[in-house]
């Protein structure tokens, strides 16, 4: 049998060879395209938990409502994150449910980031949460929580949402 | 406005600067180790004095009282060693290596591969660098994003990070590596250390997940640094039956950084330090800083910001670093003489009791779980490459050498630090509710916390085969 001051040497060369010829060689990392803030990389990567970050980039001031987690038929917006960027946040009650009013495509020209999101629907446990404001929101935005299909929310700036035909209480 | 390149360079480099020249002041005199011990350093230095600031209500003002101590630093040493050229020496390849990390991300254009860790690591590192109320992520966020890593980042640009870190702490990872390599193994002439060097190089760079860590934000490979500069002093430390007062220090930097970057830090502190603390001649005292740098640390972690363990104990506010204090004072007491002389085989015991035990219990899941692990290491869905395989056959040919005790000591040392691993895995996926071992794929935890250790199964590997190498010439001649 070879001496171990062989035997080592060989087996090193024989795993580099085969893992250069046999396993996969993924990227080791990416283009930062001279991005390095933390909410622009969120929203690039479409982070699951990336809405908090995104809206403090964006507006100067944030209040979001209807963004109860603990119900059913509701998404998670995640309370640190929001606290950590200074995001006013109503978790009184859960999304308004707008599914009647096939929203979908009227939306879809102003959404800004659509992205996956951990939800409360029964059975389901990530749906997609699209964010969505137009050219006339303001700097201090204020932004609601809408179900707009049975695995699509949405965070939607006010006046737009009313201007879409939602009722808000 | 400085560019953030410039912005990077000065603020890595003065990190890098004051951390060697704290170094130096404990002792060190060679850049080999005075660079990794340096930023280990320097990385507690951030740590310490942003919690006394924050605590004491000026959090806003913590990078400027970093930036005095680390120039307090730098005058000290420079005013003590002005005369010896070993320490300018490293001070300025500790510049350069800076000014490479902070090219290779903001010169070059490059970040590491996105993971959703990252995001919460950068998010959090945002929120300490605008000096926000901590207290809003305790209990809320992930233990798991640890509390070093982000605090150095957090010396970044407004509004983004400190990228160039991550590459640098690589860096010093890739030098601790080569100063515990340099420090434990006889000598071997060039001929010899290329037969060995050679095809290692060739596994490392063809494992991808090391090449990925080189840019990957998070706190891994500061735990590697931690985990390499501690083990290395221990075993320094049990071989010549001795502890100096600079592997003291080593050792206390390198727990102290393991136990406040991962949450299963401090239970990988206790692993590395107890064939140390074990030795019946080590003075009493020396056991309580040692395992007050770990306690300490973590208690200061636990109480600035992350309640989770101390929520878990019911050990509100200050109740847990007090009882980290008496804890590291008790240990070094007469009446745990017993316990603690015998407590490398009572950890290697616990551990596999808890294995057996959890696998006796979820016997089908965790077979699965052990399949998907296996493939994670050996076969390439993990990222590893052949660095498993290389490593286990090598353990095997060398396991059945008689080597000295430095390579029995590195061995048992890896041992530990595979079944921690493992056991923190089972903690962490619920070990007495819904126990897992991970999932398929280079993001799964325990694939990724291969990396704490990586260093020590390669420092093992290199020893042994050094030794092996070694016994064969004496033998000849």
């Known amino acids: 049998m070879l001496p171990a001051s062989k035997l080592v040497p060989i087996a090193?060369?024989?795993?580099?060879?085969?893992?250069?010829?046999l396993f996969p060689r993924p990227d080791i990392f990416v283009p930062a395209n001279d991005n390095f803030s933390t909410a622009q990389i969120a929203l690039e990567e479409h982070w699951i938990k990336g809405a908090a970050p995104i809206l403090a980039a964006e507006f100067d001031a944030v209040k979001i409502s209807y963004v109860n987690k603990e119900v059913d038929y509701s998404f998670v917006f995640d309370i640190a994150l929001g606290q950590i960027y200074g995001i006013d946040a109503d978790y009184t009650l859960p999304p308004l449910d707008v599914r009647g009013l096939n929203l979908s495509e009227a939306i879809a020209a102003n959404t800004k980031e659509r992205s996956e999101i951990f939800c409360n629907n029964p059975g389901e446990k990530y749906c997609e949460l699209a964010l969505v404001w137009d050219a006339s929101a303001d700097k201090d935005v204020e932004l609601i929580a809408l179900r707009i299909e049975d695995s699509l929310y949405a965070l939607v700036e006010q006046g737009l949402a009313i201007s879409l035909g939602v009722t808000i209480d | 406005m400085t560019s953030p390149l410039l912005f990077e360079i000065l603020t890595l480099a003065l990190l890098l600067a004051s951390g060697v020249s704290g170094a130096f002041l404990?002792?060190?005199?060679?850049?080999?180790?005075?660079?990794?011990?340096?930023?280990?350093?320097?990385v507690m230095w951030r740590v310490l004095s942003h919690s006394v600031i924050y605590f004491i209500g000026f959090g806003e003002h913590s990078r400027l009282v970093w930036l005095i101590g680390a120039i307090a630093l730098i005058a000290a040493a420079s005013f003590k060693h002005f005369r010896l050229s070993g320490y300018w020496l490293s001070v300025l390849l500790g510049v350069i290596a800076a000014a490479i990390a902070a090219v290779l991300t903001r010169g070059f254009g490059l970040r590491g591969i996105p993971h959703s860790d990252s995001l919460w690591i950068l998010t959090l590192s945002d929120l300490m660098q605008r000096s926000g109320d901590m207290e809003i992520v305790g209990g809320r966020t992930a233990i798991k994003r640890g509390f070093a890593y982000p605090m150095t980042l957090a010396l970044g640009p407004e509004g983004s990070s400190l990228t160039g870190l991550t590459p640098l702490i690589y860096i010093a990872l890739v030098?601790?590596?080569?100063?515990a390599i340099a420090s434990?193994?006889?000598?071997?002439?060039?001929?010899?250390?290329?037969?060995?060097?050679?095809?290692?190089v060739l596994v490392l760079i063809t494992t991808p997940?090391?090449?990925?860590?080189?840019?990957?934000?998070?706190?891994?490979?500061?735990t590697a640094l931690g985990v390499t500069l501690a083990v290395t002093a221990v075993v320094l430390a049990v071989r010549d039956a001795t502890l100096t007062r600079l592997n003291l220090a080593v050792?206390?930097?390198?727990?102290a950084l393991i136990s406040t970057t991962r949450p299963e830090g401090v239970a990988f502190a206790a692993l590395i330090a107890a064939p140390l603390i074990s030795e019946r001649w080590i003075s009493r005292w020396d056991v309580r800083w040692i395992v007050f740098s770990a306690l300490g640390s973590f208690g200061l972690w636990m109480y600035l910001y992350d309640g989770y363990i101390p929520n878990l104990l019911r050990l509100y506010d200050e109740r847990f670093p007090i009882a980290m204090l008496i804890g590291s004072f008790l240990?070094?007491?007469k009446l745990f003489d017993w316990f603690r002389f015998r407590l490398v085989p009572l950890a290697l015991i616990g551990m596999t009791a808890i294995l057996a035990f959890v696998f006796a219990t979820n016997f089908v899941t965790l077979t699965d779980d052990v399949w998907l692990q296996v493939q994670n290491m050996f076969f390439g869905e993990g990222f590893w490459g052949g660095f498993f395989i290389a490593i286990v056959i090598s353990a095997v040919v060398l396991g059945l050498q008689k080597l000295d005790s430095s390579y029995r000591l590195l061995a048992v040392i890896s041992v530990l630090l595979v079944i921690g691993s493992i056991v923190a895995k089972l903690l962490d996926g619920g070990l007495f509710g819904d126990p897992t071992l991970g999932r398929l794929g280079w993001t799964d935890s325990l694939n990724r916390m291969w990396l704490h250790s990586f260093g020590i199964f390669i420092i093992t590997l290199v020893i042994g085969f050094a030794q092996s190498i070694s016994q064969k010439a004496k033998v000849s001649a």
């Open chain 1, 12 to 21: 090193l060369l024989i795993s580099g060879l085969g893992s250069l010829l």
């Open chain 2, 26 to 42: 404990l002792g060190a005199r060679s850049a080999l180790q005075a660079i990794p011990l340096g930023l280990g350093l320097a």
């Open chain 2, 175 to 179: 030098l601790a590596i080569i100063w």
């Open chain 2, 184 to 200: 434990l193994s006889p000598s071997l002439d060039a001929r010899q250390w290329a037969w060995i060097l050679v095809p290692l």
């Open chain 2, 209 to 222: 997940i090391l090449l990925r860590a080189v840019w990957y934000v998070n706190g891994h490979t500061l």
């Open chain 2, 251 to 255: 050792i206390m930097i390198g727990l």
């Open chain 2, 331 to 333: 240990v070094g007491l």
